[in-house]
């Protein structure tokens, strides 16, 4: 039996699972796809239990190889909530990143003033793809799925609290 680390990468089109041996060569992967909701005002969204299904359908069958999974690494899309429940249920689909939803609000709150101050304290320009403001279109347009949000997760955040029922991030 191999000893590997698994690499998951959840991606806007597809996920891809690796298995690679201590010495960096491939023993497994597979990839799977899924659907990313597009339409014509702007909207982009996926939904994150069809990735979760996608993600451990192929994670299945990496796994159903000769191998001993030691540690797991998991990657993902840019910004795109993941709105979760008290009891840790998905709260619809995903606005993604590139999603023009949140610009207005965006418009309305971020006066120069302020868009300076965060982009010399983050190092990034405010944009209407940050999550924050995908967050106060929800609570302005959806304002019932925005009462029930306890935990705002990003993909690769979600796909670890779905393997492993813990809540965590990593620095960037």
């Not at 159903?64 to 990657?75: C, H, K, L, N, T």
Request: include cysteine; hydrophobic fraction near 40%.
């Amino acid at each position: 039996m191999t000893e590997t680390v698994l690499s998951i990468d959840v991606g806007t089109t597809g996920c891809k699972v690796i298995a690679f041996d201590f010495k960096g060569a491939e023993v497994a992967k597979a990839y799977n796809e899924y659907p990313t909701y597009i339409d014509e005002h702007g909207k982009s969204e996926l939904d994150a239990e069809i990735v979760w299904e996608k993600v451990s359908e192929s994670v299945r069958k990496v796994c159903g190889a000769d191998i001993r999974v030691s540690a797991v690494s998991v990657s993902s899309l840019g910004e795109a909530a993941v709105l979760l429940d008290s009891e840790g249920n998905v709260l619809g689909n995903s606005i993604l990143y590139n999603d023009s939803r949140g610009a207005e609000e965006m418009g309305e709150i971020a006066d120069p003033k302020m868009r300076e101050a965060i982009a010399n304290r983050t190092g990034q320009p405010v944009s209407h793809l940050h999550t924050v403001w995908k967050l106060l279109w929800i609570r302005k347009h959806q304002p019932e799925v925005y009462a029930k949000i306890k935990k705002n997760t990003l993909f690769a955040d979600f796909i670890v609290f779905r393997l492993c029922k813990a809540h965590m991030t990593d620095y960037s």
